[in-house]
């Protein structure tokens, strides 16, 4: 696989009908939504994600009227995280087949938690704290949108920087 990103765009058992002959057939392609490799991969992923956001939630709770820190924590980190894997896995084509829906769809999904942070928000407003549920949601907003812009610039900069060779393919 050459270093720089696919002509074709985002590729993924969630992306559009559009998929390049190179990745045609393969768990990367249009075909892999109904496999069943693909929907186990989602499953072991997001029991990993989603059990990784528990212990975090049960180790920082969140404090009586304020923000629940641990949330903000888990969806900053895990956007950052989203940021580097669709760098890697949709615009260079690198990793496993099953990378981007195990940890994209699976990890990083079971992991942030935007419900959470949707009735941490109403929580904070029901309690009174409306200032904090004002800072919360645009705080995440802003922290998630920045996470993930970071990731992926991040990531440009090392794959560019390593040229073809630099970054480990699956």
């Given amino acids: 696989m050459s270093g720089r990103p696919a002509p074709d765009g985002p590729v993924g058992p969630d992306a559009g009908p559009r998929v390049p002959a190179h990745r045609a057939g393969t768990a990367g392609g249009l075909r892999a939504r109904r496999t069943p490799a693909v929907l186990a991969a989602v499953a072991a992923g997001g029991a990993l994600g989603a059990t990784a956001r528990h212990a975090l939630t049960s180790a920082w709770p969140a404090p009586p009227g304020g923000p629940p820190w641990a949330t903000l924590a888990a969806n900053t980190a895990g956007c950052a995280l989203l940021g580097v894997l669709?760098?890697?896995?949709?615009?260079?084509?690198?990793?496993?087949?099953?990378?981007?829906?195990?940890?994209?769809?699976?990890?990083?999904?079971?992991?942030?938690?935007?419900?959470?942070?949707?009735?941490?928000?109403?929580?904070?407003?029901?309690?009174?704290?409306?200032?904090?549920a004002a800072a919360y949601l645009g705080g995440t907003l802003a922290a998630a949108l920045g996470a993930v812009w970071a990731g992926a610039a991040a990531t440009r900069a090392v794959v560019r920087g390593h040229g073809a060779g630099g970054v480990a393919a699956g």
Avoid: I, K, Q, W
């Fill in 86 to 132: 669709m760098v890697l896995v949709a615009e260079y084509g690198r990793g496993h087949p099953l990378a981007r829906p195990f940890l994209g769809t699976g990890v990083l999904g079971g992991f942030t938690t935007y419900s959470a942070y949707a009735l941490d928000t109403v929580t904070l407003l029901e309690r009174g704290a409306a200032g904090t």
